[in-house]
């Protein structure tokens, strides 16, 4: 599976989401996550992504690896999204900034 990693929080620039092929993103308040049931790695999102958030599992670096299970504990929360649409607000400000998972909201 691929995984989405802590770079997206309070980002979410959505522009994953367009590029999959089998709608594998699911949407919290400012986090997407990727269905590790749904996704085929197919990695077309990877460069898609402005914050460099994506991961294949094997390569998401060594301080992000809980994310591989957060990505699998969020998903029935979250809802389906299909669509690209507007980034958070301060996604620009926010994005490369340093132990977001505090602001995580689910
Ligand atoms: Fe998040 Fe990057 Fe997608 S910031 S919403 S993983 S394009």
């Known amino acids: 599976t691929h995984v989405v990693t802590e770079n997206c929080i309070k980002c979410k620039f959505t522009d994953c989401v367009d590029v999959c092929p089998v709608d594998c993103f699911k949407e919290g308040p400012n986090f997407l996550v990727i269905d590790p049931d749904e996704c085929i790695d197919c990695a077309v999102c990877i460069p898609e992504c402005p914050a460099n958030a994506i991961f294949a599992e094997e390569d998401v670096p060594e301080d992000q690896v809980g994310f591989i299970a957060l990505n ?5 929360v979250f809802k389906t999204i299909t669509r690209t649409k507007e980034p958070l607000p301060d996604a620009d400000q926010w994005n490369g900034v340093a132990d977001k998972l505090k602001h995580l909201e689910r």
């Open 72 to 76: 699998a504990e969020l998903t029935p």
